[in-house]
């Protein structure tokens, strides 16, 4: 024989809702339970499951106890051939309730009744039958609870199912005298006025502002050790030992973005541009910075001064003479390969000299002589159009003239590199 409907749900539902509200079943009570639901069958008797409707009436002797009669009609028909089947189940059962102090009430029932069975046509069949279940109450109010329930018929034959649903109502009974539960004052907590999860006793900072995290000391964090509690720090991580301001971020004294733990270069003047390090930039690469440089953009191997302007150091010539002597050819054989390296580098070939004589009379000298490199270093190859030459006298002087030093400085060629 196989059975058609487990009990397992009925189960699951009894033992998944509780709670903690009491119950509203009553000693002495009455009860009306109309109901609605499934009667299945056997296999071996061949005949479709069957709405069932009934009405059960019942009365508790405690709030545990009681005793229940039902009676339900069914209609159904048979599987083969669909011949109509009415009938009726009349039970008598004895009801056990658990939990009864919660709003949701498990039962369980054992019982007796039977069961009458009449085939359209034929002769009615009746048979007693034992049975057992479970169901379980929720109680809405004082006089009435939702009900479902399952139980297993066992006829001598075959084995049954019943399975139904519905309210029911309560008349009467005195309910079960409610013990007030002593419950124990519970001790105030420990206090921590300041919310930082460290009680008052054996908090060192006490006034912490609420979201601030602390340490065991009620004490607000420093994470990097820099000296700048976390809620106050803006540059959190900061390696050890690095000196930080107020905001907790790593010092730059000479203010050039560059901070004194990177910075190489530290009491760069203010406005100065700085690489990496923290070193004034040297954008042409002359060993002469940025900030000093009077001739920005000289090219790589130029020969450069003071003022990183590019000069052509050594060069000489014979008093009031413009020739191009043997060491100096080598000093612009020099200049010729940079050109050749640089093809769209133009260069403006400036003579120079100190204030000794007339300026007329300098500045054509100087003229001469910075056609002198002009010419020399066309001849080598450089294209003509690249070139320009001009004589300044002592217009443009390096250095002081008053001293010798100064006028020997002056006395030169520069070579400004034209963009």
Known sequence: MKPKMPLLFVFAMIFLCTTNLNAQIRAGAFSVSPNAGYYFFDDDQEIKRSPTYGLGIGYDFTDRVGIEGSYNLLNTEAKIGGTEIDGYLGRLELLMNLLTEKRFVPYFTIGAGKLSLKPEGGDSDSQFFGNWGVGMKYFFNDYMAFRVDGRQIMTSSDINYLATAGLTFYFGGQKKAQVAEERPVPALPPKDSDGDGVIDDKDQCPNTPAGVKVDAKGCPLDSDKDGVTDDKDQCPNTPAGVKVDARGCPLDSDKDGVTDDKDQCPDTPAGVK???????????????????????????????????????????????????????????????????ANPSLKIEIQGHT?????SAYNKTLSQKRANAVMEYIAKKGVEKERLSAIGYGFEKPAASNDTEEGRAENRRVELNPIQ
Do not use: H, Y
């Open 354 to 358: 100190d204030n000794k004589g007339s």
């Open 274 to 340: 700085v690489d990496a390090k923290g070193c004034p930039l040297d954008t042409d690469e002359d060993g002469v910075t940025d900030d000093k440089d009077q001739c920005s953009n000289t090219p790589k191997g130029a020969t450069v001064d003071s003022r990183g302007c590019w000069i052509l150091k050594d060069l000489k010539f014979d008093t009031a003479k413009a020739d191009i002597k043997a060491d100096g050819a080598r000093i612009l054989d020099d200049v010729v390969t940079i050109m050749q």
